[in-house]
């Protein structure tokens, strides 16, 4: 398409190639694509009513092509069936399957075959033989029930003498093949007399007959080609209704990538404004409260100053304030760090997130992460949410669990993520918890894993520890 687009001159000359290609191609003597079954009918009946003939002065070649589709197998059940010409009502050579041949074979000929046992019949070479028999190789194929068969003959006429006829079991007939390429294996050459006024499709003895279609007759082997599709008459005026179209839906492509691109840059300024509204608001709650409890920290500092044990005491909580407040200074500053909206890199703060938080504590924090996290992209309030309900689960088990260990681990493959956060804790009685209203903690929880499209899952008893299991899926 390329191509054409730089050369537009050049598409009127490619549908004048494939017009011209259409019309050169030579049209065949006589044609009928019907399917025709054929069963226990005798003789048969003439298909052709007079189309075509030839008689004993005939010198010419004629080609011949049918394709069939036989109701039964052979092997097993005995018949005759095939193409056979006829003349003045007297039968001629047939192309098909001999009563006695067993296998795809004509009969009536001026021969008989290496391996038949009536005079007349010729096994067909194939392309399928059967397979090694009686101790010896055939090259003949029998028919099966449901497997279908193209096949093609030539008939060059010797005046006052039987004709050369050669048949072609199954050939090739794409674009390109001709005569001389088709393979010595399916071809079969014998003598017969083939003169004809008639031609019947017929079938006697056992099974449930064949089917017959696509029959032709032609005066080249090339008229038998299946044709490239530009070379049919309907390609010229696909060719020109596709132009047509084309050129409708252009202004409408280009009109609606344009409303794309427009719709686009406004979901990105809206979710930048979100973002940034997110990050305001953290900065007022988070950084915004702390450095007020340290003002007034501050200030009662200063009033006990001459009370040692609430100096102390004071102190301890101003340095506790102020861990918090670079703790929440370091969130947001990671929120907003290029590079951070990744699923690798919010792997990587959850465990420094972890080490941290329980670096003096009572509790132990063992890590178990994957070695190599799949680089995906994610959302910034995707991203955030998961980290909130790691810091929610984290910070509930530092502050009730009372345990001895608690257990971080994490397994994704870049399209699921799951995070299990696990304590050996006192805990607790989930039921109770969900109805406490003063504690919302584990409803925040779940609204924020809902927000993701994840699934959040609490387990607990008392005494037997907490587990906070949060799985998503990000390619719904």
Known sequence: MKFFRRRPALLPLVFCAAIFSTAARATVLWQDSSKVLAHENGAGTDILHAAAKR??????TLYFKFHIDPLSDVGTEEYLAGLQFFENGAEKFGVGNSLKAYGYSAFKTAEQGTNNKVFGDVDLRSASPEAFEAGKFVTYELPRRGLGRTIVFKVQYVPGD???????????????????????????????????DALHLRHNGSGGGWYFSDVEIATSFNDLIVPHFWQRLWFDALALLILFVGVVTTVRVVEKKKFQRQLLRAQQERALEQERSRIAQDLHDELGSMLTRLSLLGGLLNADKDNPEQVAAHAGKISQAADQTVRALEEIVWAVRPGSDSLQSLVEY?????????????????????????????????????????????????????????QVQVKTDGQYFQMVIADDGKGFDVGAMATNTQRNGLGNMRRRAESVGGRLQMTSAPEQGARVEFTVDFTN
């Open 55 to 60: 008689g004993p002065t005939a010198s010419d």
């Open 350 to 406: 959850l465990a420094h997130f972890a080490n941290e938080l329980f670096a003096e504590g009572p509790m132990r924090c063992r890590l178990d992460l994957p070695a190599d996290v799949p680089p995906r992209t994610l959302p910034p309030e995707v991203r955030h949410n998961i980290f909130l309900i790691a810091k929610e689960a984290l910070t509930n088990a530092l502050k009730h669990a009372g345990g001895s260990v608690i």
């Open 162 to 196: 039987d004709d050369k006829v050669t048949v072609w079991m199954n050939p090739d007939l794409t674009p390109g093949a001709t005569e001389e390429s088709q393979p010595e294996k399916l071809t079969t050459h014998f003598k017969a007399n083939g003169k004809f």
